[in-house]
């Protein structure tokens, strides 16, 4: 092999050829990029040309990171798979939003038809116990007055004098 184009770390090789830094990492593993060597400076240093020869083209787009943020992705499909995703999550809790909402309104329906019906119970019985106070007043004894004096009978005597 030629020494004539430079090598490249396995970085530089992945940015170059627009593939992951494990891309590059598993083909040379796999011994598919002869005259790699390990430099104790740089890390592993692959030929040019043994990258030409398994197949890549030097200069290509490079993927997004592995660990990069979905949004800073770059891709439309995935970036779209998301869009749709979020569009599927944000109508899934407006459907549960309005059923909870529904639910409560139905419980505060309940409730109010409640409170009518515990009032009225309220009101009869608190007739009834004004109806038992008048019967219980009407059985009990009239309170004791001192009699009348009749007629011709000494009035200048007092009634509870003997």
Do not use: K
């Amino acid at each position: 092999m030629s020494t004539s184009r430079p090598m490249l770390n396995q970085r530089e090789a992945a940015a170059a050829c627009g593939v992951s830094r494990s891309t590059i990492r598993r083909r040379r593993e796999a011994g598919l990029l002869p005259g790699s060597v390990e430099d104790p400076e740089r890390g592993w240093l692959i030929p040019v040309e043994a990258l030409l020869a398994a197949g890549f083209t030097l200069n290509a787009p490079a993927p997004p990171d592995a660990v990069s943020s979905p949004a800073a992705s770059g891709s439309g499909v995935q970036a779209a798979g998301t869009v749709a995703e979020l569009r599927a999550e944000l109508e899934r809790l407006r459907h549960q939003h309005a059923l909870e909402l529904a639910e409560a309104r139905h419980g505060q329906a309940l409730a109010e038809s409640e409170a009518v019906h515990l009032r009225a119970q309220l009101d009869a019985r608190a007739e009834h116990i004004g109806d038992l106070q008048r019967a219980l007043q009407a059985l009990m004894p009239a309170p004791v007055r001192p009699a009348i004096p009749q007629p011709g009978a000494d009035l200048g005597r007092s009634p509870y004098s003997r």
